[in-house]
């Protein structure tokens, strides 16, 4: 995954449909719109992340729904226009907007303290989630899921296991 432009960010979003068809959404909706700008060398560098509607620079009304949050960098000869008219119609109310810092994260800590490289790495699990996905006969056991994730987890000595609470969060 490239170091992404952060002036050159495309933000466009897709409503979630259905928790329970989430990872079919995701092979259905996502991959093949990024594997198709990836395969025609226009996309340098994407994200997404699951938000509410107030993530959405107020392009929502204020809902209880989530969304699929994409940001994405078109490649240095392609235009943001030209690269925002080859997002399929899903790809709701795509605009430019620059990327700076991100929640709960401290950029002293970063290369150069450049948020650049916090969003590459954000860009590397986005990238890491779709493979996943591509590699899996559906549906995916969450104890297999679980399995991959302490494979992250275990490398940076963070335990012997990665901890998983079933429909809900562990709070800070």
């Not at 050159?8 to 092979?27: A, F, G, H, W």
């Not at 198709?36 to 994200?47: A, C, G, T, V, Y």
């Not at 509607?53 to 949050?69: A, F, G, P, T, V």
């Not at 970063?110 to 916090?118: C, F, I, P, R, V």
Request: charged share 20%.
């Amino acid at each position: 995954m490239n170091i992404p432009d952060l002036s050159r960010i495309i933000d466009t979003y897709i409503p979630i449909v259905s928790y329970e068809n989430y990872y079919n959404q995701l092979q259905q909706e996502l991959i093949p719109p990024i594997r198709k700008l990836q395969n025609e060398d226009l996309l340098n560098w994407f994200s997404f992340l699951i938000h509410s509607s107030e993530h959405l620079s107020n392009r929502e009304s204020m809902d209880n729904k989530l969304y699929i949050h994409l940001r994405l960098e078109p490649k240095n000869n392609v235009t943001i226009d030209m690269f925002i008219t080859k997002l399929p119609k899903h790809f709701i109310k795509p605009i430019q907007v620059p990327l700076g810092a991100i929640s709960g994260l401290d950029p002293s800590f970063l290369q150069d303290e450049n948020w650049a490289y916090a969003w590459k790495l954000l860009g590397e699990s986005s990238e890491w989630v779709l493979s996943l996905i591509e590699s899996h006969k559906k549906p995916i056991p969450l104890n297999q899921i679980i399995q991959f994730l302490h494979f992250i987890t275990n490398p940076l000595l963070l335990g012997g296991k990665c901890i998983f609470f079933p429909n809900g969060f562990l709070p800070f």
